[in-house]
């Protein structure tokens, strides 16, 4: 079995395109097909979104917009929030693959998940019982 053809890698790509266009994978004819959507709008949407809200966030976080304990609240929920998407992201990924694939995705599913989890119990101990960390 050839690299090419083993279900662990990408599928081939395909020469260029006659008018010198990038590859095209083979079976895709250009269509994002995870969730049922086509085309790359959803995707750039997506991204714009996560810029902004980023962008938003280090704004926040610089300036002490509200203050140090709503600034605080904002930092610490916002990293869990953001772990914790990062876990559900890569455990549909590698819900969605298989073999060596699916576990390297797994493992970063289960990464993201520990970081969202300690962010889950930091953000009990600073914003909602107003401890000091231990």
């Known amino acids: 079995m050839s690299r090419s053809a083993s279900p662990t890698f990408a599928?081939?790509?395909?020469?260029?395109?006659?008018?010198?266009?990038?590859?095209?994978?083979?079976?895709?004819?250009?269509?994002?097909?995870?969730?049922?959507?086509?085309?790359?709008?959803?995707?750039?949407?997506?991204?714009?979104?996560?810029?902004l809200v980023s962008v938003a966030f280090m704004a926040w976080t610089a300036y002490r917009i509200g203050g140090d304990q709503v600034t605080i609240a904002v930092d610490d929920i916002g990293e869990a929030v953001a772990a914790l998407t990062a876990a559900f992201s890569c455990g549909l990924a590698a819900y969605r693959t298989s073999q060596r694939t699916r576990i390297a995705w797994a493992f970063l599913a289960?990464?993201?998940?520990?970081?969202?989890?300690?962010?889950?119990?930091?953000?009990?101990?600073?914003v909602g019982l107003g401890v000091s960390v231990p």
Do not use: D, N
């Not at 266009?21 to 269509?31: A, M, R, T």
């Open 11 to 51: 599928p081939a790509l395909q020469p260029a395109s006659p008018a010198g266009g990038p590859p095209i994978l083979e079976g895709s004819p250009l269509g994002v097909t995870g969730l049922g959507l086509r085309g790359w709008r959803v995707f750039t949407i997506a991204v714009a979104a996560a810029a």
């Open 110 to 126: 289960a990464s993201a998940a520990s970081w969202g989890i300690g962010e889950v119990i930091w953000s009990v101990y600073e």
